[in-house]
């Protein structure tokens, strides 16, 4: 396809992650519980986004080495090469794909967007500050950030072994959309 | 239905509800029901109240205009829960209401929300007894010394008075939400779904149920369907059919096996590919599956569609009627303000010649399966003089719009008819929008 084509296919399916992302958020606080069939569908709208923009992608000609920070949430969701840095533990993106697991109480309490501009921020060496840079953002604002903040010169540890979170090694496309609704 | 020559012309005949704009959500109406004879029209609401209307004795001054249905009976059926265990809260919403078929003096039905489903008695009393022998008028017992002849309580005639009390309470046999319940025409059993599972009660016993199919995968990641709607076929107290949200349907047969996951048949129409977007799946899950009277077919109803189905074919469906085709290119703005999540029901008449469904800005669809026509029409305080003749409403897709046409993007995707119910007889149809239901009825007989 034409490289606008897939600009644009790969805006459009951004665009819906994001409000299937702040969807699936919103339904965590629903009266009568998190509700299976709409969890679903969700999730699956999720996962065709998510393969149409990595094939989107792919079929661009190779970007420069940093993908704008602007569209975050999404980002996390792109091609291996960048996930393999990532050095946090994963449970950035569960919130996204785990429909059911944040319904469990206890489960990873994150917003998803904070975690993704530190994310980006996490992965160059040097640690930068960890307030989010004023960039014109897909994500929505109003998610709040429920991870600790992190002083200048902390580190944040990967999840210990036994954790009930993804394990620190798997990579995110490993985190498969599968991985939708494991203990409802 | 309306048209040239048409044989069907729909009037107002009632609304009922507030007319206040502001809409409080305990008032939205969740389900309308007729019983089998048509007489009564109960609807639940999602502040978990239960309101039955009674058909009344025509007016034979009057014969066009027919009888007129008015409050009956209103009584709480579900409360608001809380499961302690999952810190959850359970809705009151009701989400369906069946009705048993009469066998005496008493109306029963059946009433569920998310988890419990109630069996309730409505019955009339119009007589109460007087007279008592050794009690005061107030209950009181007298003195016993004080009574010197026997005398025998006798039965006066007083104002009618309707109550309605639970009979029975099927509770914590679901762990998903309950989507449907439909009564078996051996009027001895019922079953219930929910996302993942449906079970067979017997209306006498409370404390256990069977559990006929069960689509829970052993590990919840590989999750791909759920089940949407669920329906006894009304003859053959043997089969069922249950829905998913794959848009498919499958027909158990009961004897094959006590777990029905094995199906007998299952329908299934192939996509389009040409029409594959991000949003194919949702608008390809069922929302409500019904049987025909006559019991050889069925009906289903998608987001944009409703299928008919002939039992003997499962391969497509034999019939398919486009509700809002208009709306397939603004899925994506559908998804954003959740509407592309709206559960419509779809409805039969009683020959099964008529099939109907609803849509937004208060309109709702008739499809005349023999005449191959259909037509639009609006559920508003507009039209709501007495026997106001309807008049078909037109949406414009694109390009010009014509004089009383409406052009999709006028649409209010606020103003929904997700619940329709058809006379089992007549021509009288009850539409709920929000919080207000209309009863319809054909000017002709």
């Known amino acids: 396809m034409s490289a606008t084509t897939a600009m644009e296919v790969n805006a459009e399916a951004r665009r819906i992650l994001a409000v299937s ?18 969890s679903l569908l969700l999730s699956m709208v999720m996962r065709s986004a998510r393969d149409i923009y990595h094939s989107s992608r792919e ?13 975050e949430p999404m980002e996390v969701g792109s091609g291996p090469g960048e996930q393999a840095e990532l050095p946090a533990p994963q449970p950035e993106l569960e919130p996204a794909v785990s ?23 996490n992965r160059s060496p040097a640690r930068q500050s960890r307030k989010r840079r004023g960039k014109a953002s897909a994500a929505p604002d109003f998610l709040p950030s429920k991870r600790a903040r992190l002083e200048p010169g902390e580190e944040r540890y990967a999840a210990p072994l036994g954790s009930c979170r993804v394990g620190a090694g798997e990579s995110l496309t490993a985190l498969s959309l599968n991985r939708v609704i494991p203990a409802f | ?40 029209l109960a609807t639940g609401d999602k502040g978990g109240r239960v ?11 009057q014969p066009q205009f027919r009888s007129e249905y008015n409050v009956y009976s209103t009584f709480q059926s579900h409360e608001p829960e809380f499961d302690y265990l999952k810190s959850l809260e359970i809705e009151e919403k009701i989400n369906k209401i069946r009705w048993l078929p009469q066998k005496n003096a008493a109306q029963f039905l059946l009433s569920t929300n998310d ?9 009339e009393r119009d007589k109460r007894p007087e007279g008592y022998n050794l009690k005061e008028e107030d209950g009181r017992y007298k003195d016993p010394n004080t009574i010197t002849s026997l005398r025998v309580p006798v039965l006066i005639p007083m104002d009618l008075m309707v109550e309605a009390s639970p009979r029975r309470v099927f509770a914590n046999a679901h762990t998903y939400h309950i989507n449907s319940i439909s009564v078996n025409s051996d009027n001895e059993t019922y079953l219930s779904a929910d996302d993942l599972r449906i079970n067979l009660w017997h209306l006498e016993i409370t404390d256990r149920s ?12 590989e999750l791909t369907e759920v089940i949407t709607a669920a329906e006894f076929h009304p003859h053959q107290c043997n089969t069922f059919v249950y829905s998913s949200s794959k848009g498919t349907i499958r027909l158990c047969d009961m004897r094959a096996s006590a777990l029905c996951d094995k199906h007998s048949k299952l329908f299934e129409e192939p996509e389009d590919p040409s029409n594959r977007s991000f949003f194919s799946e949702i608008i390809s899950s069922i929302s409500d599956v019904k049987f025909s009277h006559n019991g050889r077919y069925m009906m289903t ?66 499809f005349d399966r023999g005449h191959r026509r259909d037509v639009t029409l609006e559920a508003s305080r507009e039209n709501s003089k007495p026997m106001q003749v309807l008049k078909p409403r037109k949406v414009c897709a694109g390009g010009k719009r014509k004089k009383d046409e409406i052009s999709v993007d006028s649409l209010d995707f606020n103003k929904k008819i997700l619940h329709t119910a058809w006379h089992p007889q007549d021509n009288i149809i009850a539409v709920a929008t929000t919080n207000n239901l209309y009863i319809f009825q054909d000017k002709v007989n």
């Open chain 2, 1 to 40: 239905i309306n048209g040239p020559g048409g044989d069907m012309q729909w009037c107002f005949s009632q609304v009922k509800g507030a007319i206040d704009d502001d809409v409080a959500e305990a008032d939205i109406i969740s389900t309308v029901e007729f019983n089998h004879t048509g007489e009564l």
């Open chain 1, 99 to 121: 429909p059911a697991e944040t319904a469990e109480p206890g489960s990873a309490e994150e917003g998803c967007d904070g975690e993704f501009a530190e994310d980006k921020e």
């Open chain 2, 210 to 221: 069977f559990n006929i199919v069960d689509i829970k995968p052993a590990n919840m990641e």
């Open chain 1, 21 to 38: 992302i702040s969807k699936l958020y919103a339904s965590r606080t629903q009266r009568g519980g998190l509700r299976l069939h709409r």
């Open chain 2, 115 to 123: 988890k419990t489903i109630k069996l309730w008695k409505i019955s």
């Open chain 2, 51 to 61: 309101v039955i209307f009674q058909q009344e004795i025509e007016n034979k001054s």
């Open chain 2, 301 to 366: 109803r998608d987001y944009l569609s409703v299928k008919i189905w002939d039992l003997n074919m499962e391969n497509r469906p034999v019939e398919t009627y486009q509700v809002h085709e208009y709306l397939r290119s603004k899925l994506c703005s559908l998804y954003e303000n959740d509407c592309i999540f709206d559960k419509f029901e779809c409805c039969w008449n009683g020959n099964d010649s008529v099939v109907m469904t609803g849509s937004y800005n208060n309109f709702f669809r008739m």
């Open chain 1, 59 to 71: 079929s661009e000609a190779p970007s420069g080495p940093q993908p704008a920070p602007a569209e």
